[in-house]
């Protein structure tokens, strides 16, 4: 990975972090809902609570990880190595880190880990993500399957 690149443990400390890196690569999707701020906060914090639990049960032995651009928080990766299936459960990059290759770097090293651990690498993208698709798409990913809300996908080279 470049060496400005470096991933640290997710701490108590970086929970409003999460919190904000969450609720921002939602406002776009909840624009055309008439919510107060207030109202919008209120609905992003039960949501961010409810995913993180969900992520923490599904996924126990987990990584999550702060991703951090010389030395300052970039995002967060959530990644879970199993011994069949490494699974990339969720990443997200701030707007000020976005299109710095933070991601394809990331991305890259994950496809390398799997490859040498004999595992297959999967993801979910969101269908209302074209960005996130083509950005899979581009690293060799390829959709197994889909229904309403998710595009899933593996690592085909």
């Not at 406002?27 to 207030?38: A, G, H, K, N």
């Not at 490494?86 to 299109?99: C, E, V, Y």
Request: negative net charge; aromatic residues 10%; glycine residues 8%.
């Amino acid at each position: 990975m470049n060496p400005a690149i470096g991933l640290r443990p997710v701490v108590n400390e970086d929970d409003e972090f999460l919190y904000n890196l969450y609720k921002l690569s939602r406002v776009e999707e909840f624009s055309v809902v008439p919510l107060t701020e207030e109202q919008f906060d209120a609905i992003m914090r039960m949501q961010y609570s409810a995913r993180k639990g969900s992520y923490d049960a599904q996924f126990p032995d987990s990584e999550h990880s702060i991703i951090t651009m010389d030395g300052v928080d970039a995002g967060q990766i959530w990644v879970d190595r199993g011994k069949d299936e490494h699974r990339l459960i969720d990443i997200s990059i701030s707007d000020a880190f976005q299109n710095k290759g933070l991601g394809t770097a990331l991305l890259k090293n994950l496809i390398v880990q799997a490859q040498q651990a004999g595992a297959t690498l999967r993801c979910a993208v969101a269908t209302n993500n074209p960005g996130s698709l083509r950005f899979h798409e581009r690293l060799g990913f390829a959709i197994t399957s889909q229904d309403d809300m998710y595009y899933q996908m593996e690592y085909r080279g």
